[in-house]
């Protein structure tokens, strides 16, 4: 089935970087369209950014774009998400998240989530 | 972007009890629906994907039903375990995928 496991968060000052990675186990990872989800304190769910099996297409969530860029290195079986420019509305558990079948877009695995808090 | 609302906001369901949750789209999404099952301090877990596909190990007391706009997630008769946040998820149109706000099983 898989196992995603996060890392990288913390507290982190308004402005500044912050770096996430997901290490994939269990599965094929390079063959896997791979997802970041947000969940802020006490709210629903948020697709962050998405990138293809091969890393060619990247996809991501409006607010974030252009401060969020999302990468994988498939001979590591890693996905990362560097995040610059932080505000605190980013502030969440970020989960990585496979898809269930190549392209099918829900998710079957997920990580146990990392969590980032920006504030002063 | 295809807007997920989830109704109702709060369910309280005595165990064993039948629960009915609903999820409208604000376009049509065919089939390309998934349910989620969220549980405090854990990550979501996939329920149903295309509207009612159960997913791997998930008991056949969840049922999801519906195409278009209008979709069901069905538990037929709830288990402690059941208490829980449960969301839908559109896949069909993207970026961006889309989850609706959640609907909360309690204990009545």
């Known amino acids: 089935q898989g196992q995603l496991v996060e890392s990288g968060g913390g507290v982190v000052q308004p402005g500044r970087s912050l770096r996430l990675s997901c290490a994939a186990s269990?599965?094929?990872?390079?063959?896997?369209?791979m997802h970041w989800v947000r969940q802020a304190p006490g709210k629903g769910l948020e697709w962050v950014a998405a990138?293809?099996?091969?890393?060619?297409?990247?996809y991501y969530l409006d607010s974030v774009k252009g401060r969020f860029t999302i990468s994988r290195d498939n001979s590591k079986n890693t996905l990362n998400l560097q995040m610059n420019s932080l505000r605190a509305e980013d502030t969440a558990v970020y989960y990585c998240?496979?898809?269930?079948?190549?392209?099918?877009?829900?998710?079957?695995?997920w990580g146990q989530g990392t969590t980032v808090t920006v504030s002063s | 972007e295809i807007v997920m609302t989830q109704s109702p906001a709060t369910l309280s369901v005595s165990p064993g009890e039948r629960a009915t949750l609903s999820c409208r789209a604000s376009?049509?999404?065919?089939?390309?629906l998934a349910w989620y099952q969220q549980k405090p301090g854990q990550a979501p877990r996939l329920l149903i994907s295309?509207?009612?596909t159960r997913a791997t190990g998930i008991p056949a007391r969840f049922s999801g039903s519906g195409s278009g706009t209008e979709f069901t997630l069905t538990i037929s008769s709830l288990q402690s375990e059941d208490f829980a946040v449960y969301y839908c998820q559109q896949y069909y149109n993207w970026p961006p995928w889309t989850f609706g706000q959640g609907t909360k099983v309690e204990v009545k």
């Open positions: 295309g509207a009612s």
């Open positions: 998240a496979r898809e269930l079948e190549y392209g099918s877009g829900s998710y079957s695995v």
């Open positions: 269990g599965f094929t990872f390079r063959t896997y369209v």
């Open positions: 990138i293809w099996h091969d890393g060619g297409d990247k």
């Open positions: 376009q049509n999404v065919r089939s390309q």
